[in-house]
């Protein structure tokens, strides 16, 4: 189900370790970036990641991209917006921006898609009561 875009911010400081010899951050840590946004948009949202877990579900990544648009670099603040693009019945679909404050130049853009699955692995459905917290939030935004 598709649902309205909404936006979650988090904010990031880049780390030396995260960079190359030129101060230029790796590309692997923005899948890092992008999971700091999704993890505080579901604490936002009433739905901590640990509680959820505690309840036996997990949403590992079945699917991700991401698409780099400028070099971000040592010690820059960034911004991280997540938004919510498609929950169905065992899988979320997760958009991500990084941006440059204050102007909100785009550094770079990519997604996730999660599946739901129990403490084994195997897939489930998710929870109404999950599904209606996410897809409440996003109507009343």
């Given at each position: 189900m598709s649902v309205p875009t909404t936006v979650s911010t988090a904010h990031i400081r880049v780390r030396y370790p995260e960079t190359d010899r030129m101060g230029v951050a790796h590309h692997t840590?923005?899948?890092?970036?992008?999971?700091?946004?999704?993890t505080e948009?579901?604490?936002d949202r009433g739905?901590?990641?640990?509680?959820?877990?505690?309840?036996?579900l997990f949403f590992?990544?079945?699917?991700?991209?991401?698409?780099?648009h400028r070099p971000v670099r040592y010690d820059e603040e960034l911004?991280?917006?997540?938004?919510?693009?498609?929950?169905?019945?065992?899988?979320?679909?997760f958009a991500y921006r990084?941006?440059?404050?204050?102007?909100?130049?785009l550094l770079a853009s990519g997604f996730t898609v999660h599946a739901a699955v129990d403490a084994s692995g195997s897939p489930r459905r998710i929870p109404p009561e999950v599904r209606h917290r996410l897809l409440?939030?996003?109507a009343s935004e």
């Open positions: 840590h923005f899948f890092v970036w992008f999971e700091v946004g999704r948009y579901m604490r739905c901590p990641y640990s509680e959820l877990e505690k309840q036996g590992p990544v079945v699917e991700a991209g991401a698409r780099y911004r991280v917006e997540t938004s919510l693009e498609e929950v169905t019945a065992a899988r979320v679909h990084l941006v440059r404050p204050p102007a909100g130049e409440a939030c996003e």
